[in-house]
C-alpha cells in the first residue's frame, strides 16, 4: 500500500523555524516527483512546493519562497520541508503528496495524501 | 498565474440527484485538470486526472469533462458517501499549481 507520513507539525512562535518530514513507503520513491501543499483551517488547498525524483529541481510558491526549503533523502524515503521566519499566516495542516504525471512535459497532479501535520504559529 | 475559480460554493443537493460542478480556469489549460474530494477531517483524495479519466478504484458515478478554460465535475446519483468538498486543480502551466476554491456538496 502506498503511504504517506507526516511528522514534525506543532506550536511555533512567528518569527521560529521548523522541519517537516514525510516518510514514503509501498512505492519506488526515488522515481517520484514529491510536494507540499497545506491547508489553512477552514481554507482551500495551496499548493508550496515540488522536488524532482532526484532533487536537483525545486519549485516554489511565492507565498514561502525564500523562507521554505525542499529536500528528499531517496536512500531513507523520506521528504522534509524547512521552514523559516514562520508568519501566522503559516497556520495550517501541511500534507505531503506525491506528484503524478504522464507525459510529464506539463505540470503534476497529486496521488496519494498524506493524513497531514498540523502547524501553528502563535505567540 | 492561472487562477481557477468554481462554483457554485455550496451545492445543496438530495441523495440520488445529479450533481454537476463547475471549474472555470482564466486562461487555457488543454485538459490539464484534476479533481479531488475531501471528506471532514480527511486528506484530499484524487478522483479525475487529464479532466476525464477516473483515478484507480473510482466508483463510474464520477465523471470529467471540459477543455480549455471551462470544466464540469458530474456524480451522476448522489451517494451519501459522496457528500464532501470538491476541488480542481491544474497542471498546465507552472509553477505554480493551483487548486479552486472548492465547491462543497451538502444534503438539502
Known amino acids: 500500500e502506498v503511504q504517506l507520513v507526516e511528522s514534525g507539525g506543532g506550536l511555533v512562535q512567528p518569527g521560529g523555524s521548523l522541519r517537516l518530514s514525510c516518510a514514503a513507503s509501498?512505492?519506488?520513491?526515488?522515481?517520484?516527483?514529491m510536494n507540499w501543499v497545506r491547508q489553512a483551517p477552514g481554507k482551500g488547498l495551496e499548493w508550496l512546493s515540488y522536488?524532482?525524483?532526484?532533487?536537483?529541481?525545486?519549485f516554489y510558491a511565492d507565498s514561502v519562497k525564500g523562507r521554505f526549503t525542499t529536500s528528499r533523502d531517496n536512500a531513507r524515503n523520506s521528504l522534509f520541508l524547512q521552514m523559516h521566519n514562520l508568519r501566522a499566516e503559516d497556520t495550517a495542516l501541511y500534507y505531503c503528496v506525491r506528484g503524478i504525471c504522464t507525459t510529464c512535459d506539463t505540470g503534476r497532479w497529486f496521488d496519494p495524501w498524506g493524513q497531514g501535520t498540523l502547524v501553528t504559529v502563535s505567540s | 498565474e492561472i487562477v481557477m475559480t468554481q462554483s457554485p460554493a455550496t451545492l445543496s443537493m438530495s441523495p440520488g440527484e445529479r450533481a454537476t460542478l463547475s471549474c472555470r480556469a482564466s486562461q487555457s489549460i488543454s485538459s490539464d485538470l484534476a479533481w479531488y474530494q475531501q471528506k471532514p477531517g480527511q486528506a484530499p483524495r484524487l478522483l479525475i486526472y487529464g479532466a476525464s479519466t477516473r483515478a484507480t478504484g473510482i466508483p463510474a458515478r464520477f465523471s470529467g469533462s471540459g477543455s480549455g478554460t471551462e470544466f464540469t465535475l458530474t456524480i451522476s446519483s448522489l451517494q451519501s458517501e459522496d457528500f464532501a468538498v470538491y476541488y480542481c486543480q491544474q497542471y498546465n502551466n507552472w509553477p505554480p499549481l493551483t487548486f479552486g476554491g472548492g465547491t462543497k456538496v451538502e444534503i438539502k
Open positions: 522536488i524532482s525524483n532526484s532533487g536537483s529541481s525545486m
Open positions: 509501498g512505492f519506488t520513491f526515488s522515481s517520484y516527483n
